[in-house]
């Protein structure tokens, strides 16, 4: 009965650089959804996959951030060319169904991005 | 736009002192009011949903209430294990994402 899995916990990165952000939803879930925690801030909403489709990325920076959920494998959160202000703690989430009125999310441990 | 408030930001009790976080909020159709707990370094750990005025949940020392504009957190003789940050997120119609709170910091002291 594992929960959500995000690897790695922490990575640091150098300016210009890209950075992969792993998650793999509780067993049975198919919906994910990504969010950025900064300090002293509120967890914010990037986007929501399901399989092989994204449903909603309005919280997501129109450059350098891409997301996917492919039919096997991880969700991938993608930073391309990281500035010092994409420095956050980045967490994933899981539910079973969307929609439903009982449906709420798992979240992962997050994954804590440094750029130097 | 729905938006979530949560006063007040850090809160420092005495072991027994009980008292109530606030989380206030604007959404067009609720869906639900959802609380979790977070302790530093791991991710939100859910704690509670609500969905219609007058409706309470309770689990050991906490109790959640809501109206139709905020929804509080009793905390009962809190224990220092309950230190964590406690955030407050809405759910509004259709496919909208959970909108969250910056969450209310609690401190209990032995």
């Known amino acids: 009965n594992a929960g959500v899995m995000q690897n790695p916990r922490h990575l640091v990165r150098r300016r210009g650089q890209e950075a992969r952000l792993r998650c793999s939803p509780m067993?049975?879930?198919?919906?994910v959804y990504w969010y950025r925690q900064l300090p002293e801030e509120g967890l914010k909403f990037m986007v929501y996959?399901?399989?092989?489709?994204?449903?909603?990325e309005s919280g997501m920076p129109k450059e350098r951030f891409s997301a996917e959920f492919p039919k096997e494998g991880p969700s991938i959160l993608r930073i391309q060319q990281v500035v010092r202000g994409d420095s956050a703690a980045y967490f994933c989430a899981s539910s079973p169904v969307q929609g439903a009125t009982n449906e709420k999310l798992f979240f992962g441990s997050g994954t804590q991005l440094s750029v130097l | 736009e729905d938006q979530v408030t949560q006063s007040p930001e850090a809160l420092r009790l005495q072991e027994g002192e009980s008292s109530s976080l606030n989380c206030s909020y604007t959404?067009?159709?609720?869906?639900?009011l959802f609380w979790y707990r977070q302790d530093p370094g791991k991710g939100p750990e859910f704690l509670f949903t609500l969905y219609s005025a007058g409706e309470e949940k309770e689990k050991e020392r906490l109790k959640a209430t809501l109206t139709k504009k905020e929804s509080f957190l009793h905390i009962t003789a809190p224990k220092p294990e309950d230190s964590a940050t406690y955030l407050c997120a809405v759910r509004g119609p259709g496919n909208t994402p959970l909108v969250f709170g910056k969450g209310t910091r609690l401190s209990v002291i032995a």
């Open positions: 996959l399901q399989k092989e489709n994204i449903i909603d």
């Open positions: 959404v067009s159709g609720l869906r639900g």
């Open positions: 067993k049975g879930h198919s919906h």
